[in-house]
């Protein structure tokens, strides 16, 4: 990187034996954050189809093959349900800086553990609506943080000739967390009563606890703990992620290192938010911008429809059992991540990213046409579109998917790191929130007309205009233009 006083985005044991296995599986066991990610995104995509959940959450309606059972909730709800969740993991991912800097990279990830736990107490005990969503927004606030802390940790705390890859371990647990979802929702999905959901739901106490319990023991950063003038503590945290006395010459060689970067960066005066955005010999805007834009590229990809909305999108496109469905294509994620994790640091990361792009497009112009052009009652159609679903997960499992993180986690310096990473994962989670938001209840034909009558400034509002109306292609709806020409004539 060029302006840099050294490598960035941290690393440890840059000449020691690539043996040292001790440091890489604990520095890969923070990847665990990635399960309660995944998880809580794979969760809800279910949960809104389970005759339970809906009789105590929504209200009756006549019976379609949408809701079997006589019960549903509006577009606006299941939008406020899925989407509210983003909404707080933006703040959660703002939040890691100051857990980050404050806390610690490792007592900050615990801390957002204990508030993510909160969200699945209030989700595992709502009856109504309203405390179901003040549960998701603490849950949203401590998966923010976690997706935000994780590649720090690891970025800071894994060996650097095999950095790329354990990162990376983080978008795999992710995947694993969706397919555990799509499991344990197919497995309750039938249950007469609330543990229907509440099961589904109260498993991420588990998940919560594994990496609060584990983290407790493993090291903190050496850099943080050098940040902070814990010069006695950095030393034994080197020691024990190289598994080096801590007057080895590298361990010696390695904590020197860290004070001359980070002493250079200090000299540069105290970072806040704006000095992400500064000018300077180091590009810190270039980084912070290129950390935000491949967090927005990544969500801008549409993949979180699937994991969202996929048992939905299923039912509608006339598949008859959308849960075992949603369980094969997150198969097919946890099983593509593989080659990604092997091919970041075989490949390169820009090589990867353009050949994910170029496949995604292509699988999703397919899907675009075939679910256009065909009935739900065309079987071969229907096989396609899940074909081709599995295909476009393959090539963002194995390309975005990880690399995203990797590259966000290991380009910011160090005197930055945390408010940097914060803002790239914010970004994230913003386009999350936006595209759930504004997509859902919505038809491909009423989203064709969203993008072309309206601009974003008034694109809620025109959204509610088509929900209620139910306007599709061949509906004549007032464009914004028209809209405009009419008050006019009015005043």
């Known amino acids: ?59 009756p309606v006549p019976v379609s093959s949408t809701f079997p059972d006589g019960y549903g909730i509006s577009s606006s709800q299941r939008s406020l349900v ?18 980050g800097d404050i806390l610690g990279r490792k007592w900050g990830l615990v801390a957002s553990c204990c508030v993510f736990s909160i969200g699945v107490a209030l989700q595992t005990a709502a009856t109504t609506l309203p405390l179901f969503i003040v549960g998701r927004i603490f849950a949203g606030l401590g998966v923010g943080a976690v997706s935000a802390l994780v ?11 095999i950095r790329g890859a354990v990162v990376s371990l983080y978008q795999w647990a992710i995947t694993i967390g969706l397919l555990l979802s799509n499991i344990c929702n197919y497995a309750t999905k039938n249950r007469p009563n609330h543990s229907a959901y509440r099961i589904p739901i109260a498993i991420q106490f ?33 020691s024990r992620l190289t598994s080096l006395p801590r007057d ?48 927005a590229w990544q ?9 969202y909305f996929g048992t939905t999108f299923f039912t509608n496109a006339g598949i008859h059992n959308p849960y075992l469905i949603s369980i094969a294509t997150s198969t097919v994620n946890v099983g593509m991540t593989l080659p990604g994790i092997y091919g970041v640091e075989r490949f390169g990361r820009r090589r990867l990213l353009l050949v994910g792009a170029v496949g995604m497009t292509v699988c999703e112009y397919i899907i675009a046409i075939i679910g256009s052009t065909t009935s739900k009652t065309n079987q071969p159609a229907q096989s396609a579109e899940v074909a081709l679903v599995c295909f476009y997960l393959a090539f963002f499992a194995s ?23 914060s803002l790239s994962t914010a970004s994230n989670w913003l386009w999350n929130f936006g595209i759930t938001y504004a997509n859902e209840g919505l038809s491909l034909e009423q989203i064709d007309l969203l993008y072309r009558n309206v601009t974003p400034v008034r694109s809620v509002q025109y959204r509610k205009q088509l929900v209620a109306q139910g306007l599709e292609l061949g509906a004549q709806p007032v464009s914004e233009k028209e809209d405009d020409l009419v008050s006019n004539e009015k005043v």
Not at 151 to 161: A, D, G, L
Not at 253 to 269: A, C, M, Q, T
Not at 299 to 307: E, K, M, P
Not at 399 to 421: C, D, H, Q, S, Y
Request: net charge neutral; glycine share 10%.
């Open 151 to 161: 590649p720090m940790y690891q970025s800071e705390c894994s060996p650097k000739w």
């Open 248 to 295: 080895h010459p590298e361990v010696i060689s390695e904590l020197e290192e860290i004070r001359i970067n980070l002493k250079h960066e200090e000299e540069l005066g105290e970072s806040s938010y704006l000095d992400c955005f500064r000018l300077s010999d180091n590009r810190i805007r270039f980084r912070t911008l290129t950390g935000i834009f491949l967090q």
């Open 299 to 307: 969500q801008l990809t549409g993949i979180n429809f699937i994991f």
């Open 399 to 421: 390309t975005w998917g990880p690399i995203a993180w990797v590259i966000t986690g290991e380009i910011f310096p160090l005197n930055i790191r945390a408010k940097a990473m």
């Open 1 to 59: 990187m060029p302006g840099g006083p050294v490598p960035l985005g941290g690393g440890i044991g840059a000449n020691a034996p690539h043996s040292k296995f001790a440091g890489i599986l604990m520095a890969a066991f923070a990847a665990f954050g990635g399960i309660l990610y995944g998880y809580d995104t794979g969760t809800i995509s279910g949960l809104q189809q389970m005759p339970d959940w809906l009789r105590t959450f929504g209200h």
């Open 82 to 99: 899925v989407s509210i969740l983003s909404a707080g993991t933006f703040f959660g991912a703002l939040s890691a800086a100051p857990f």
């Open 206 to 238: 588990i998940w919560a606890a594994i990496l609060a319990g584990g983290m407790i023991f493993l090291p903190e950063s050496p850099r943080w703990l050098i940040k902070k003038h814990r010069d006695s503590d950095a030393a034994i945290a080197l």
